[in-house]
């Protein structure tokens, strides 16, 4: 008769492996006890914050003349700004959402100081704080818009505008003033624009119509390009590096012309003239290139 002896009949390793301890199950179960309150813990707070999830809205008026607003470091969502003939000064609405007590409501921050309003904020400390911002101005004001997460929208004004966004789009229409515009992740769009433009687009496309701009300059890091001037311009300017470009205008004067597609096809229908004193620029590193007449 043949016996077979299996490894663990003998080796004390393997034995020790099967009957672990005393102090080893003591480790066991202290360590998956630990586990269990903290993942009990993480779920019990993600309860309080859902239930304790607040709502609140306010406004305020702040009359007088002003002739800048700047909006930068609130902790916003998206922001309107809107010129209005019947406002007098301004009219701040916030619609806020936050979490914990209503002890722990935003407040503000906003200042009017020489003529000049700043719009601020102050969260209670809570990572669940976001607030929506409409503002009413009148029309003739310089703005300077920044939002760190949302979507920015500016409607009427009659001055220079600053406008950026890190996380969200932009969108201007009917602005009589230069704009500089930006936005890190998101759409740029521009319409209805009576001054010289300057927009960029790290990740996202530019749209940009009924333009009456001297200089007009776009860049977009990857994303497409469109534009449409009504009018000639002195001076243009258009890149892409990874997006392509389609640029209409008026064509009733010729420009000096440089257009480029390192990997795509280039198509040119408007006049041109080398010496002339009108530059046009527009170069795609990775897409088309089309010029025509609107």
């Not at 740029?188 to 701009?213: F, P, Y």
Request: include cysteine; hydrophobic fraction near 35%.
């Amino acid at each position: 008769m043949t016996t077979t002896m299996y490894r663990h009949d003998y080796d004390p390793d393997v034995r020790a492996a099967d009957n672990p301890s005393p102090e080893t199950r003591r480790g066991w179960i202290i360590a998956g006890s630990v586990l269990t309150v903290l993942a009990i813990a993480g779920a019990l707070l993600q309860m309080y914050l859902l239930v304790s999830l607040r709502t609140g809205s306010d406004s305020k008026n702040y009359p007088g003349a002003i002739s800048a607003l700047t909006v930068s470091n609130v902790s916003s969502s998206d922001i309107q700004i809107i010129a209005d003939d019947s406002v007098d000064g301004a009219r701040v609405e916030r619609s806020m959402h936050w979490s914990g007590t209503s002890s722990d409501e935003p407040h503000s921050t906003s200042v009017l100081t020489d003529g000049v309003l700043k719009i601020g904020d102050e969260c209670a400390g809570t990572s669940n704080c976001n607030i929506d911002y409409r503002i009413y101005v009148s029309p003739d004001i310089k703005v300077d818009a920044q939002t760190s997460s949302g979507d920015l929208d500016l409607r009427g004004v009659h001055g220079d505008v600053v406008a950026k966004a890190n996380s969200g789009d932009v969108r201007l229409t009917g602005i009589e003033g230069a704009v500089e515009v930006s936005a890190d992740s998101g759409d740029v769009t521009l319409t209805d624009i009576d001054g010289n433009v300057d927009t960029k687009a790290n990740s996202g496309n530019i749209r940009a119509s009924g333009i009456r701009a001297k200089v007009f300059t776009a860049h977009a890091d990857s994303g497409d390009i469109r534009v449409d001037l009504t009018k000639d311009a002195d001076n243009i300017s258009v890149s892409a590096s990874s997006g392509s470009i389609y640029l209409t205008v008026p064509g009733l004067t010729p420009y000096d012309v440089q257009a480029s597609a390192s990997s795509g096809s280039t198509a040119v229908d408007i006049p041109v003239d080398n010496g002339s004193a009108r530059p046009l620029i527009a170069k795609a590193d990775s897409g088309d290139v089309r010029i025509d007449k609107n």
